[in-house]
C-alpha cells in the first residue's frame, strides 16, 4: 500500500470524523460520539501509517530523509499533530463537541494537501541537510497543534459565553458544549503545551540555522513571525498569571495568537521571500 492511498484514506476519515462530530452536536446522541472518535482515530493510525511508508518509500529512492523537508510534507504532519493533540485532549477531558470544532483544521489541512500541493519525493535541498530539520520541525508543529485545539476551544468558549449572556442558558446544540470552565481550562492546558514546544523549536531552529547559514538569527521573515507569535503567548501567559485574564480575554488571545500562527506558517513561507521560501 501507497503512503498516497494511505493519506487518502486519512483525509475521507478526517471528513467523516468530521461530520458524525458536527452530527453529534444536533442529536446529542451518546453512540454517535463514540463513533465520531473511533473513526478520528481510524483517521490517526493512516495518518502515522502514511507518514511512515512515505518515510520508507524515500529510503527506498536512495533519499536518507525524514517526510518533513516540503510543503506537502509539513501539512500531512501538522495534521497527524492536530489529531495527536486532540485525541490527547479527549482521553483527559472527554468532551467530544470540541472535535466538531477541531477537526476542521486537520481535514482542510489534508485536502489541501492533497488536491492542491506537489507530492512528489526529491532530495533535501543542501540547507536542510541536517537532524536539526526534524527536531525543529516536530517541536513547531506540536506546539502548532496545541494551538489548534486551544483555537477550537476559544471559539467554543465565545459561542457560549455569548448565548449565556444573552439568555442566561445555553439552548439548542450550545447545551452540548462544555462549561465554559472546562473550556477555558483546555484553553490554558493546550496553550501551557504547546507554547513551551514552540520554544523548542525557536531554539532548534536557531541551532539549525547556525549550522546551515553560519548564524543563530538574521531576522529573516519566518524568524520574525515565530519570534511574534512567541511573544503572543507569553502575553497570554503572563496575563493569566498576573492578571487573571481568563474566559472572553483569553479566547480573543488565543483566537489570535493562532492566526499568527497559521500566517508564521503558511503566509511567510508563501507570500514573502526570505531564507524560508524553498517551503513554498
Known sequence: ??????????????????????????????AISIVATVTAWVGFAANSAAILVRWMEARAMGFDQAPLSNLYESVVFFAWSILLLYLLMDLKYKQ???GAFVLPFAFLGMAWAQLGLNATIEPLVPALQSNWLTYHVITCFL??????????????YLLK??????????AGFLGIFPSVK??????????????????LGIITGAAWANYAWGTYWSWDPKETWSLIVWFIYAAFL??????GWVGKKAA????????ATIFCYLGVNLVLSGLHSYGG
Not at 506546539?143 to 467554543?156: K, L, R
Not at 472546562?182 to 513551551?196: E, Q, S, T
Open 1 to 30: 500500500m501507497t503512503s498516497s492511498l494511505l493519506f487518502n484514506m486519512t483525509t475521507g476519515a478526517y471528513f467523516v470524523a468530521m461530520l458524525l462530530f458536527v452530527v453529534y452536536l444536533i442529536s446529542r446522541s451518546h
Open 238 to 243: 503572563h496575563a493569566r498569571f498576573t492578571r
Open 252 to 259: 480573543w488571545i488565543s483566537i489570535f495568537g493562532f492566526a
Open 182 to 199: 472546562i473550556l477555558d481550562d483546555i484553553n490554558y492546558k493546550a496553550i501551557m503545551m504547546g507554547f513551551p514546544l514552540l520554544s
Open 143 to 156: 506546539g502548532y497543534a496545541a494551538f489548534a485545539v486551544a483555537c477550537g476551544a476559544s471559539i467554543m
Open 161 to 170: 459565553a455569548g448565548r449565556a449572556d444573552k439568555d442566561g442558558e445555553s
Open 96 to 98: 467530544r463537541s470540541l
